[in-house]
């Protein structure tokens, strides 16, 4: 069975940092892109940083440019660095990885077609 498992959340101060990982269970992610996605309360899931299948092309949210920083190891796992954060990052960030998404970046949720369960991030004093 084909499983993303995220890691990595919990509660940090204005300012602080965090660093996701998000990895899988029953294949590897070598060949698929990668996208970290949150949703807050009341709104809706949007997409935070992608990278490409490749780890070549990265693409970002605005308003997470500058602070968040997506990556990939060798051994396939994916990672989301989180700077600077601000109250306002608070939200259930999700994996997700598809294996068709080739060449380039997308951080449009619905072609992703594997999904973690999420790890809740709150940035709060």
């Known amino acids: 069975q084909l499983q993303l498992v995220e890691s990595g959340g919990g509660l940090v101060q204005p300012g602080g940092s965090l660093r996701l990982s998000c990895v899988a269970s029953?294949?590897?992610?070598?060949?698929?892109?990668i996208g970290w996605f949150r949703q807050a309360p009341g709104k809706e899931r949007e997409g935070v940083a992608c990278i490409s299948n490749s780890g070549g092309i990265m693409d970002y949210a605005d308003s997470v440019k500058g602070r968040f920083t997506i990556s990939r190891d060798n051994a396939a796992n994916v990672y989301l660095q989180m700077n600077s954060l601000k109250p306002e990052d608070t939200a259930v960030y999700y994996c997700?990885?598809?294996?068709?998404?080739?060449?380039?970046?997308?951080?449009?949720?619905?072609?992703?077609?594997?999904w973690g369960q999420g790890t809740q991030v709150t940035v709060s004093s």
């Open positions: 997700a990885a598809d294996p068709r998404i080739v060449g380039v970046t997308t951080c449009r949720d619905y072609e992703y077609k594997y």
């Open positions: 029953g294949f590897t992610l070598n060949y698929y892109a």
